[in-house]
């Protein structure tokens, strides 16, 4: 079973308080968890640096996957949900792109960039769906 550092850094901090309660009560003199780093939530995350990105983009085989992959780095979008996108959902008069039916059940509106609008004004429109696999 995979315990998650969010976790291990709550059983941290309830540890060090609790080590507290004694110091107040005189059961001991010292807070054994004092010096105790919690850990990095963040450090899962990982970030590609510009020249990953540029041999990612690269990389691609076709302009369709290159087209892909630029939308999913610009807009941080799930490949679901770029792949059920819509140009009903692209307004490039205002810069905003509408994601619907997401994995929260939320809709988001992604801001345009101009490498972004490069990208969406090269993919050719088609009636039915915005990115074809």
């Known amino acids: 079973m995979k315990i998650s550092f ?3 850094n709550l059983e941290i901090s309830i540890l060090y308080n609790f080590f507290n309660f004694c110091i107040k009560k005189g059961y001991i003199d010292k807070n054994p968890c004092v010096g105790i780093k919690k850990l990095n ?4 995350l990982k970030t590609l640096s510009d020249e990953d990105i540029g041999k990612l983009i690269n990389g691609a085989t076709n302009k369709l996957t ?3 992959i630029s939308f999913l780095i610009y807009t941080g979008c799930r490949k679901g ?4 996108l819509k140009w009903d959902d692209v307004d490039l008069k205002n810069g905003v792109i509408a994601i619907k039916a997401t994995k929260t059940r939320y809709d988001r509106h992604i801001p345009i ?3 972004l609008e490069a990208v969406l004004t090269s993919i050719e429109k088609n009636q039915d769906c915005f990115i074809c696999i």
């Not at 949900?81 to 059920?84: H, I, P």
């Open 81 to 84: 949900e770029a792949l059920n």
């Open 66 to 68: 290159k087209d892909l």
């Open 113 to 115: 960039s101009t490498p």
């Open 6 to 8: 969010r976790t291990v």
């Open 41 to 44: 939530e963040l450090s899962r």
